[in-house]
């Protein structure tokens, strides 16, 4: 994997780093499309055809966000979903799901599930046990009803957020096409603000009842899992994860809660 910097207003992948990572060994693009935004799928899938790439998308956090008509998971060759309990669209357990319009990569996929196994006992492929439970797929075919309706909830939070909380001291998320809402890029799995002054900004917010998170607090060139990239430097992403911080977002929230965090938001000072 060859890892390139995103852009600091999205999060997402930058298409400028990625036609400068590209050489004769690059094989994919691997987009996420992160805390439930889309990344610049337009401009990513041109640079793909150009330079006969594969791409596949990680659609974890992004049910249901689209860009021109086409969704999540219907840009790339292929996508994953996840259906962890805390993403838009959530199982009991874990879960998850692909999705390809590729009629011989579907088949390969069925196998690889299934112990590599199209017929019982008869392994073609070196597979793997991760065939989605019956519990979960019931559960989820009951919630995937409401997805567009928490979603649109979600927006509705995020509009008051964005509208509402004017401290300097904050920097509120940008969503893609630099139109907040118009594009529906943004699912809002996370609502997630950068500031400079973010462990202040946490207690402060902690202090008035207001749980928050960090996703994420180490960049993936600094994971130990990772030691022979440690010594790169990447600093969009550095910042990004040195200043992040979540906000409670989810389409339960009352117009008091709301309030609640804009008001304690807007009243940080350093």
């Known amino acids: 994997p060859v890892l390139v910097e995103p852009d600091i207003n999205t999060y997402n992948l930058c298409p400028g780093a990625v036609v400068k990572a590209i050489t004769s060994k690059t094989c994919a693009i691997l987009p996420v499309h992160l805390y439930g935004q889309l990344a610049d799928m337009p401009a990513l899938m041109k640079i793909a055809r150009e330079y006969k790439l594969l791409v596949l998308e990680d659609s974890a956090q992004s049910h249901g966000a689209l860009i021109d008509g086409r969704k999540a998971g219907a840009w790339g060759d292929a996508s994953g979903f996840s259906f962890y309990p805390g993403k838009n ?51 989820l075919s009951v919630k995937l009803k409401n997805l567009e309706s928490e979603v649109f909830r979600r927006r509705i939070v995020a509009r008051s957020y964005m ?9 509120l998320p940008l969503s893609y096409g630099d139109s907040l ?22 207690t402060h917010l902690e202090k008035n009842g207001i749980q928050t998170l960090i996703h994420y607090p180490v960049p993936p060139h600094k994971q130990k899992c990772y030691a022979n990239i440690n010594e790169l430097s990447y600093p969009v992403t550095e910042k990004i994860h040195n200043t ?17 965090v804009v008001d304690t938001c807007n009243s940080f000072r350093i």
């Not at 999705?99 to 088949?107: A, I, K």
């Not at 509208?163 to 920097?171: G, Q």
């Not at 409670?248 to 309030?259: A, F, H, N, Q």
């Open 89 to 139: 669209l959530g199982a009991l357990g874990d879960a998850g799901a692909i999705t390809t319009n590729d009629s011989e990569l579907n088949e390969l996929l069925r196998a690889l599930r299934n112990y590599g196994s199209h017929e019982k006992y008869k392994n073609l492929y070196r597979g793997v046990n991760s065939r989605l439970d019956e519990m979960q797929a019931a559960i």
């Open 163 to 171: 509208e509402r909380i004017i401290n300097p001291y904050l920097i």
């Open 244 to 260: 992040v911080l979540s906000l409670p977002i989810g389409p339960m929230l009352t117009e008091d809660e709301i309030s609640h």
């Open 181 to 202: 809402f118009s594009q529906n890029s943004h699912v809002w799995h996370l609502f997630v603000v950068r500031c400079e002054h973010r462990e202040a900004l946490k």
